[in-house]
């Protein structure tokens, strides 16, 4: 399990967009990547295709980024690492920083 699940608040730690944050939108747990909402942009050129109404031209994506890249925020809004515990039979996330609980993300 990684550090870091779906619709989790990350902030980035390393690299061009370091200190921005934003929301998980998937989690590539075979390559340890993350995609995240408004980080990694990447300039896609797209070809129009009428039969799904697709105009051509130059698009901008997320890009997946590392794993190891993206911290997890914590309820003050910085970064934190994460560990797992047992409690009453049940796994729950614990905030190092804090040592606040960390909810599971809803997954819809």
Do not use: C, W
Not at 30 to 54: A, C, S
Request: charge should be positive.
């Amino acid at each position: 399990m990684a550090h870091v699940l779906k619709n989790d608040t990350v902030i980035v730690i390393a690299g061009k967009d370091k200190g921005k944050t934003g929301r998980v939108l998937r989690v590539i747990a075979d390559k340890n990547r993350v995609l995240v909402q408004g980080i990694g942009m990447v300039k896609k050129h797209v070809k129009p295709n009428p039969q799904r109404n697709i105009k051509g031209g130059i698009a901008e994506q997320e890009s997946p980024v590392h794993v190891s890249n993206v911290a997890l925020v914590d309820g003050e809004g910085k970064a934190t690492r994460v560990s797992v515990r047992l409690s009453y039979g049940k796994r729950e996330r614990v905030a190092k920083t804090t040592g606040e609980v960390i909810a599971f993300p809803k997954v819809k």
